[in-house]
């Protein structure tokens, strides 16, 4: 191996060779651990020590760093206490998550660490909204983000670069291509020559560096990073290297042939670099002895202390209540001066005034600058807000919402428009693995709103009239909003940005521009979990949100005999089922309308927890009533047979006279 010292100075190179040396040391004692059965899995980075070390000793404290599973190296050049780290690997209390999660699957904000979920490829997209947030503060700083060679094969990867090269962002994109995406070999993987190759179908720089080889990787990247700050780009790296030990130390290395292995063993990036070092006088044999000893005493320290600590505790409430941030609703009251406006200008409103409101507010979403969207609700905002604020974007949901996931990181705010509800399954899996898990994992806020057009009766068949909120409901760790009126969408929208966790916020397009009602002119707020008595009555309870609303309100007016409790939910999550309960337990019944089909749906949960909770007051079943178990279909006259306006009239009738 060739190494070129150039200008760099003796205290850079015996760094860069300390900080190799410290990874493998903690890794080679984890390995005797893994035997001994004192820890349960290991991901190895072994012979990959250059990459993380080189490319972190590289940014500057203040630049954040995402690395992956492999990437110890990053923790310990950014001076992650090792106690911390280790208690982190036992589930110890010491370290990141309490015991939530396992292995690298943390951040520390105090360290500019953002660690990876499992599914890989959305921290690639996290990195662009950390890069967008500097670049809007005109900070002057790089974002690096890791991935594996087999994780560049994700959708996730094309997305990031994409979006990371159209809106210039400084991110330097790190492949480690170290041979195996687990068992798959490269060829298995990809159909080019080099990765580095696919920069240029994004519009992007790239490089080839030699991962093994510290000196080369410190040398290029600080200089890719020097570039970086001056002219804010992405740039991607490809980092040849291997994966000397298997994909996780239970399942070995059969498939890798003997060859390869010994063809990289001589390319060990510490033990060239310190013959290296050595022939130049820089070190001597005492010196390495004197290192090795001082790491060694600390790692044994460190793990002293992390086994002596006992193990978490289980605290079913701290538990619960660490799912979401903490948010204090603060209610913001208005003169009385209102407008008779749509539902879409409620929400059009709400968006403008808070805009104004959280300076560092960022909206995102296809066609939504100059055209305004396709509902138009953000018109007129370019003028106002300017386009670094509001953001047409590339089609492609998953980087988008974890773009807002980085800029959430960074400290500030965004809303996602999706162009139509359906399409949020192409943004899912950052939604439900990476938001709404993120403040359970580490107690980092995912302060996100993503507004959902949804619903059915517009003619627009399956994929344009999901009514999809039981996709999140399920989830822990999201809020779910569902708003029926003007006056309440805008309120519950002004809510749900000022709070600091992932929230769904569902505008149902039925209702956009046929929905009218009083609303204040200036900016307030309405409580998330708190539902509406819309009628009173003492024989039915009629409980419902969204589009069922309106069509229940239409029933009752058609049957002015029917004495009913209208319980509007306004959000799903949280849910406020008090309100459910108290008029059950004075009318003894109860209808659920929803307008998504039955199974799996909200109804259904609030049925058992009624049946559950109220059995003694009830005087009849608990009814549902929901959709046709089919898609949404296009044709008119299917989708009102369909939908369950009629089959809701004929149910509740009968409820009633039950
Ligand atoms: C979406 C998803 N699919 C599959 C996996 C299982 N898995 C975890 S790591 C891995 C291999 C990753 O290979 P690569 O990106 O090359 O990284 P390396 O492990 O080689 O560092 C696989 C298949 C996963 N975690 N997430
Ligand atoms: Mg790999």
Redesign the pocket.
């Given at each position: 191996m060739r190494y070129h010292i150039g200008d760099l100075a003796q205290e850079e190179l015996v760094n860069l060779y300390k900080g190799m040396l410290k990874p493998r040391m903690i890794e080679e004692k984890m390995l005797v651990l893994l035997r001994q059965g004192k820890i349960s899995k290991w991901?190895s980075g072994i012979g990959q020590e250059a990459i993380s070390v080189g490319v972190t000793q590289s940014l500057k404290t203040e630049e954040y760093i995402l690395p992956?599973?492999?990437n110890l190296g990053v923790f310990t050049s950014r001076n992650v206490p090792l106690h911390r780290l280790f208690g982190q690997w036992q589930g110890k209390e010491s370290g990141f998550t309490n015991g939530r999660d396992r292995s690298f699957h943390f951040g520390s904000q105090e360290h500019k660490i953002v660690g990876m979920i499992?599914?890989?490829?959305p921290q690639l997209g996290v990195a662009d909204g950390i890069a967008l947030a500097d670049l809007l503060r005109r900070k002057k700083r790089v974002t690096a983000v890791f991935?594996?060679?087999?994780?560049?094969s994700?959708g996730d990867f094309h997305e990031a670069l994409n979006v990371a090269s159209v809106w210039n962002l400084p991110v330097l994109f790190c492949i480690?291509n170290?041979g195996?995406?687990?068992s798959?070999p490269t060829n298995e993987q990809y159909h080019c020559e080099n990765l580095a190759d696919r920069a240029k179908g994004y519009g992007m720089e790239s490089r080839i560096i030699d991962g093994n080889n510290i000196l080369e990787v410190y040398r290029k990247v600080s200089e890719l990073c020097k570039a970086m700050r001056k002219r804010p780009r992405p740039i991607l790296v490809e980092f040849k290297t291997f994966?000397m030990r298997g994909?996780e130390e239970a399942s070995g290395t059969k498939y890798v042939p003997e060859k390869l292995m010994k063809k990289w063993a001589k390319k060990d990036p510490i033990s060239n670099y310190e013959d290296f070092l050595v022939k130049e006088g820089v070190l001597d044999l005492e010196s390495i002895e004197a290192t090795k000893k001082g790491i060694s005493d600390e790692i044994n320290e460190n793990l002293k202390r992390a086994f002596d600590e006992s193990p978490v505790s289980f605290d079913e409430s701290k538990e619960l209540s660490n799912v979401y941030q903490e948010f204090v609703y603060k209610e913001v009251d208005c003169d009385k001066k209102s407008k008779n406006i749509r539902l879409v200008d409620a929400i059009s409103e709400s968006l403008e005034q808070s805009m104004y409101a959280h300076n560092e507010l960022i909206i995102m979403g296809q066609d939504i600058a100059e055209y305004g969207g396709v509902f138009k609700i953000t018109e007129g905002f370019v003028p106002k807000f300017g386009k670094s604020r509001v953001r047409n974007t590339p089609i492609c949901e998953s980087a988008i919402v974890s773009a807002a996931m980085g800029l959430s990181i960074n400290g500030m705010k965004a809303v996602v428009e999706m162009q139509f509800a359906d399409f949020v399954s192409s943004g899912f899996n950052p939604i439900v693995n990476y938001l709404a898990k993120v403040h359970y994992r580490w107690g980092q806020a995912a302060d996100v709103v993503i507004r959902m057009p949804c619903g059915a009766g517009v003619g627009a068949g399956p994929f344009h009239s999901q009514t999809n909120e039981a996709w999140f409901t399920k989830t822990p760790g999201l809020k779910v909003v569902y708003p029926a009126f003007p006056n309440d969408a805008k309120g519950l929208l002004n809510t749900a940005i000022n709070d600091p966790n992932p929230v769904l916020f569902f505008e149902h397009k039925g209702l956009y521009r046929s929905v009218y009602g009083d609303v204040p002119t200036d900016y307030y707020t309405l409580p998330l979990g708190k539902a509406n008595l819309l009628t009173r009555g003492e024989r039915i309870s009629i409980v419902t949100y969204g589009a069922g609303v309106h069509w229940a309100l239409e029933i009752l007016e058609n049957h002015p005999e029917i004495q009913a409790d209208l319980i509007d939910l306004r959000t799903l999550q949280p849910l406020d089922i008090e309100t459910v309960y108290d008029s059950v337990r004075k009318t003894g019944k109860l209808i659920i309308l929803q307008e998504d089909t039955l199974f799996g749906g909200i109804a259904s949960d609030i049925s058992a927890m009624v049946m559950e909770n109220c059995f003694e007051f009830l005087d009849a079943p608990v009814k549902r009533v929901g959709s046709l178990e089919t898609p949404v279909p296009f044709a008119k006259a299917l989708e009102a047979h369909y939908l369950p306006k009629q089959r809701f009239e004929k149910a509740m009738l009968a409820l009633y006279a039950y």
């Amino acid at each position: 191996m060739r190494y070129h010292i150039g200008d760099l100075a003796q205290e850079e190179l015996v760094n860069l060779y300390k900080g190799m040396l410290k990874p493998r040391m903690i890794e080679e004692k984890m390995l005797v651990l893994l035997r001994q059965g004192k820890i349960s899995k290991w991901f190895s980075g072994i012979g990959q020590e250059a990459i993380s070390v080189g490319v972190t000793q590289s940014l500057k404290t203040e630049e954040y760093i995402l690395p992956m599973h492999r990437n110890l190296g990053v923790f310990t050049s950014r001076n992650v206490p090792l106690h911390r780290l280790f208690g982190q690997w036992q589930g110890k209390e010491s370290g990141f998550t309490n015991g939530r999660d396992r292995s690298f699957h943390f951040g520390s904000q105090e360290h500019k660490i953002v660690g990876m979920i499992s599914h890989l490829g959305p921290q690639l997209g996290v990195a662009d909204g950390i890069a967008l947030a500097d670049l809007l503060r005109r900070k002057k700083r790089v974002t690096a983000v890791f991935t594996g060679e087999g994780a560049t094969s994700e959708g996730d990867f094309h997305e990031a670069l994409n979006v990371a090269s159209v809106w210039n962002l400084p991110v330097l994109f790190c492949i480690e291509n170290n041979g195996y995406g687990l068992s798959t070999p490269t060829n298995e993987q990809y159909h080019c020559e080099n990765l580095a190759d696919r920069a240029k179908g994004y519009g992007m720089e790239s490089r080839i560096i030699d991962g093994n080889n510290i000196l080369e990787v410190y040398r290029k990247v600080s200089e890719l990073c020097k570039a970086m700050r001056k002219r804010p780009r992405p740039i991607l790296v490809e980092f040849k290297t291997f994966r000397m030990r298997g994909h996780e130390e239970a399942s070995g290395t059969k498939y890798v042939p003997e060859k390869l292995m010994k063809k990289w063993a001589k390319k060990d990036p510490i033990s060239n670099y310190e013959d290296f070092l050595v022939k130049e006088g820089v070190l001597d044999l005492e010196s390495i002895e004197a290192t090795k000893k001082g790491i060694s005493d600390e790692i044994n320290e460190n793990l002293k202390r992390a086994f002596d600590e006992s193990p978490v505790s289980f605290d079913e409430s701290k538990e619960l209540s660490n799912v979401y941030q903490e948010f204090v609703y603060k209610e913001v009251d208005c003169d009385k001066k209102s407008k008779n406006i749509r539902l879409v200008d409620a929400i059009s409103e709400s968006l403008e005034q808070s805009m104004y409101a959280h300076n560092e507010l960022i909206i995102m979403g296809q066609d939504i600058a100059e055209y305004g969207g396709v509902f138009k609700i953000t018109e007129g905002f370019v003028p106002k807000f300017g386009k670094s604020r509001v953001r047409n974007t590339p089609i492609c949901e998953s980087a988008i919402v974890s773009a807002a996931m980085g800029l959430s990181i960074n400290g500030m705010k965004a809303v996602v428009e999706m162009q139509f509800a359906d399409f949020v399954s192409s943004g899912f899996n950052p939604i439900v693995n990476y938001l709404a898990k993120v403040h359970y994992r580490w107690g980092q806020a995912a302060d996100v709103v993503i507004r959902m057009p949804c619903g059915a009766g517009v003619g627009a068949g399956p994929f344009h009239s999901q009514t999809n909120e039981a996709w999140f409901t399920k989830t822990p760790g999201l809020k779910v909003v569902y708003p029926a009126f003007p006056n309440d969408a805008k309120g519950l929208l002004n809510t749900a940005i000022n709070d600091p966790n992932p929230v769904l916020f569902f505008e149902h397009k039925g209702l956009y521009r046929s929905v009218y009602g009083d609303v204040p002119t200036d900016y307030y707020t309405l409580p998330l979990g708190k539902a509406n008595l819309l009628t009173r009555g003492e024989r039915i309870s009629i409980v419902t949100y969204g589009a069922g609303v309106h069509w229940a309100l239409e029933i009752l007016e058609n049957h002015p005999e029917i004495q009913a409790d209208l319980i509007d939910l306004r959000t799903l999550q949280p849910l406020d089922i008090e309100t459910v309960y108290d008029s059950v337990r004075k009318t003894g019944k109860l209808i659920i309308l929803q307008e998504d089909t039955l199974f799996g749906g909200i109804a259904s949960d609030i049925s058992a927890m009624v049946m559950e909770n109220c059995f003694e007051f009830l005087d009849a079943p608990v009814k549902r009533v929901g959709s046709l178990e089919t898609p949404v279909p296009f044709a008119k006259a299917l989708e009102a047979h369909y939908l369950p306006k009629q089959r809701f009239e004929k149910a509740m009738l009968a409820l009633y006279a039950y």
